[in-house]
């Protein structure tokens, strides 16, 4: 098993570019997550799908950020326009078979940096 | 407003003692607990959990305490190991989805 498979793992743009981050879920998990992280803050979750369903987006934090589930095996988080605040990790998790066991794997994340 | 608060932002330790990492909530609604380990360039990986119907809950070397009345959890890690060196985040589950996680706590295990 792969794992959940974040593309790229360093993104460096300019600001006002529109930025694309991407997510692969592990197989047969049906819940996916994404987070940002910053020193100041820790983990934040930004939305969560089920069965690629956006259920709660209410992390994220502005209209420039947009995230979609076009399928069970692929998810894309958006910044348009980016700003030098966004830079952060971001990562992707996925889970399967019931939340309440802890059982939230994430990917290796990918490290914006907007200049 | 930060519900889970990890108020040591780092932690060193010898090799062979016990290492401590707390964690402090806000929201009595809380109730499972859990604690993820992060090594640098990688993700999460989640470590050890505690219902909130019980008080304490041990796997190997690792043991999570959970006192309700105080919304304070702990992780010991005894006896500490260099592999150990690593940054935990304390979560907290908020209904059936939402893990609420704190800021982290670096530890560093000294040879």
């Known amino acids: 098993d792969a794992g959940v498979i974040q593309s790229p793992r360093h993104e460096v743009t300019e600001m006002g570019q529109e930025v694309t981050l991407r997510c692969k879920p592990i197989?047969?998990?049906?819940?996916l997550f994404w987070y940002r992280q910053t020193m100041m803050r820790g983990l934040e979750l930004l939305i969560y799908?089920?069965?690629?369903?956006?259920?709660?987006d209410s992390g994220m934090p502005e209209d420039r950020f947009s995230a979609k589930m076009p399928n069970a095996s692929f998810s894309t988080l958006k910044i348009q326009p980016s700003e030098p605040r966004d830079s952060a990790v971001y990562f992707c998790?996925?889970?399967?078979?019931?939340?309440?066991?802890?059982?939230?794997?994430f990917g290796s994340g990918t490290q914006l940096s907007v200049l | 407003d930060q519900q889970v608060k990890q108020n040591s932002p780092s932690l060193s330790v010898q090799e062979g003692r016990i290492s401590i990492l707390n964690c402090d909530y806000t929201?009595?609604?809380?109730?499972?607990f859990l604690w993820y380990k992060k090594y640098p360039a990688e993700g999460p990986t989640f470590l050890i959990s505690?219902?909130?119907?019980?008080d304490k809950n041990e796997d190997g070397r690792f043991t999570v305490f959970l006192n309700k009345s105080a919304k304070h959890l702990s992780l010991h890690i005894v006896p500490s190991q260099p592999g150990d060196s690593a940054v935990y985040f304390c979560?907290?589950?908020?209904?059936?989805?939402?893990?609420?996680f704190g800021t982290g706590t670096r530890l560093k295990v000294l040879a």
């Open positions: 799908f089920n069965n690629n369903v956006p259920i709660d």
């Open positions: 929201n009595s609604m809380f109730d499972y």
């Open positions: 505690i219902s909130s119907i019980k």
């Open positions: 197989s047969g998990h049906n819940s």
């Open positions: 979560a907290c589950l908020s209904g059936t989805y939402k893990y609420i």
């Open positions: 998790a996925s889970s399967g078979g019931g939340l309440r066991n802890g059982k939230l794997f």
